[in-house]
């Protein structure tokens, strides 16, 4: 039964798709993106305190994860008016607070991917086996992103990915035009 929910949740199917497409408001989004902040907190904890164990203490530490928390929520906050606004370009007609609580769950590859790319620190870039696994956890984000907007949304599959696709340009395009 667990593993059951486990695999729902990973590809947005079953129970936790009734839950997205129900708008029941479900503890498991909020403790997903709490705790992609508190692991992506823990790595950038120990990737500034590798050096220095005398740096090492336990309100920097706090002070590391409750930023790796704030970080997450911004992100969800960004993804989600992205997304929304996409989706009101093609008709949609989706709550923002709707989307913002079923984004949630697509945390689990977003905050791999938030490790994967602090933790590595730009070896993502060089290294080929940690940039095939970086795509790939990218295109299980878009992928589980286009599913939730297919299941709260009632778009076709392909109009949900391109709203994700389009959301995806923009970022990139914003990134371009001011720098990271």
């Given at each position: 039964m667990v593993l059951q929910?486990?695999?729902d949740?990973?590809?947005?199917?079953?129970?936790?798709a009734a839950d997205i497409k129900d708008n029941r408001l479900t503890l498991t989004s909020n403790l997903i993106v709490?705790?992609?902040g508190?692991?992506?907190g823990l790595v950038i904890f120990n990737i500034k305190t590798v050096n220095s164990i005398a740096e090492q203490n336990f309100i920097f530490l706090l002070f590391a994860v409750l930023l790796g928390f704030l970080y997450m929520v911004s992100s969800q906050i960004g993804i989600t008016l992205l997304l929304w606004a996409m989706c009101r370009l093609l008709?949609?007609?989706v709550p923002f607070?709707?989307?913002f609580s079923a984004i949630g769950y697509a945390f689990i590859p977003y905050g791999i991917l938030a490790v994967l790319i602090?933790?590595?620190?730009g070896a993502v870039l060089t290294n080929y086996l940690l940039g095939i696994l970086a795509a790939l956890v990218l295109l299980w984000l878009v992928q589980m992103l286009a599913k939730i907007i297919?299941?709260?949304e009632d778009f076709s599959l392909k109009k949900a990915y391109m709203c994700v696709v389009f959301s995806m340009v923009f970022f990139g395009s914003f990134i371009y035009v001011f720098g990271y």
């Amino acid at each position: 039964m667990v593993l059951q929910y486990f695999v729902d949740l990973v590809a947005i199917n079953g129970k936790v798709a009734a839950d997205i497409k129900d708008n029941r408001l479900t503890l498991t989004s909020n403790l997903i993106v709490l705790l992609a902040g508190v692991v992506y907190g823990l790595v950038i904890f120990n990737i500034k305190t590798v050096n220095s164990i005398a740096e090492q203490n336990f309100i920097f530490l706090l002070f590391a994860v409750l930023l790796g928390f704030l970080y997450m929520v911004s992100s969800q906050i960004g993804i989600t008016l992205l997304l929304w606004a996409m989706c009101r370009l093609l008709k949609g007609r989706v709550p923002f607070m709707a989307l913002f609580s079923a984004i949630g769950y697509a945390f689990i590859p977003y905050g791999i991917l938030a490790v994967l790319i602090a933790y590595f620190n730009g070896a993502v870039l060089t290294n080929y086996l940690l940039g095939i696994l970086a795509a790939l956890v990218l295109l299980w984000l878009v992928q589980m992103l286009a599913k939730i907007i297919f299941v709260i949304e009632d778009f076709s599959l392909k109009k949900a990915y391109m709203c994700v696709v389009f959301s995806m340009v923009f970022f990139g395009s914003f990134i371009y035009v001011f720098g990271y």
